[in-house]
Structures are given as C-alpha cells and as structure tokens.
C-alpha cells in the first residue's frame, strides 16, 4: 500500500514540474519579441548608449552573464531575478541598485506588470537560451 501512495506522489509531482516548466517563458518565443518590439528600436549594435546591441542574433550574448555598463551587476544573472540590472532599468529601480541614466525604455510607455512578470520568470528559471 504505501508504495503506490508514494508512486501516486512521485507521479503527481513529475507532471507538476513537466506543467511548470511547460509554463516558463522562452527567449525566442517570449523574450526576444518584447525586445524587439520596445527595445531595438534605440539598442540595436551594441553601440548605441549602454552598449547593448539586441538585435535578434546579439540579444541572448549581449544580456545573459554579461556585466552591466551602468551598474555593478550583471545585465541578466540567470536566475537571480533582482541581480538583474534589465529588470532594474525596466521597472525604473536602476538607481536605487548603484545604476545611472533614464528608465527603459525611454520615449515608450513602461512595461506592464505582466510583460515585467514574464521576463523575471524566464530570468528566475535560469534565463534560458531556448
């Protein structure tokens, strides 16, 4: 009896992780399109201000692990949400966590929660290249 009890559990608990992690945010289906569409208009080479390129081919490598120009963390610290300077400059926290300049994106309305929610989500479960 006790083994089918646990089996059952050990079974409920692989589908909940498979359904969670069937639920976390991509970057080429999630992430990179936000990008796009708020972003790359300004970060595009990696040139521009904050060299930050994001173009589709320099977005994952210009974020992922690599130190922010404006702060003393990274840009994106893989899943670490709140050592992540993007989430910083997006949510207008920059210089309360040692960043400069303007909130992101500059001359846009601001993210919304949801758009916020989705990128912390995909950095907390290790910012995947995926």
């Known amino acids: 009896m006790h083994a089918n ?8 608990l692989v ?4 359904a969670a992690q069937a639920q976390a945010p991509a970057f ?7 990008l796009q569409r708020q972003c790359v208009a ?4 990696g040139e521009e201000q904050g060299q930050l390129g994001l173009a589709p081919t320099l977005a ?11 702060a003393p963390m990274p840009r994106v610290d893989p899943g670490k949400p709140e050592r992540s300077y993007l ?4 949510r207008g ?12 994106p500059m ?19 290790g910012a995947p290249d995926n």
């Open 60 to 70: 994952y490598a210009s974020l992922v692990g690599k130190a922010a120009v404006q």
């Open 107 to 125: 001359g846009q309305e601001q993210l919304g929660a949801g758009e916020l929610g989705m990128l912390a989500a995909w950095i907390k479960a």
């Open 28 to 34: 080429r289906k999630d992430v990179l399109p936000l």
């Open 93 to 104: 926290t920059h210089l309360d966590n040692g960043g400069s300049g303007m909130r992101m």
């Open 87 to 90: 989430l910083h400059k997006l």
């Open 5 to 12: 009890v646990f089996a059952a559990v050990l079974s409920c």
């Open 15 to 18: 589908l909940m992780s498979s």
């Open 42 to 45: 300004c970060h595009t080479t």
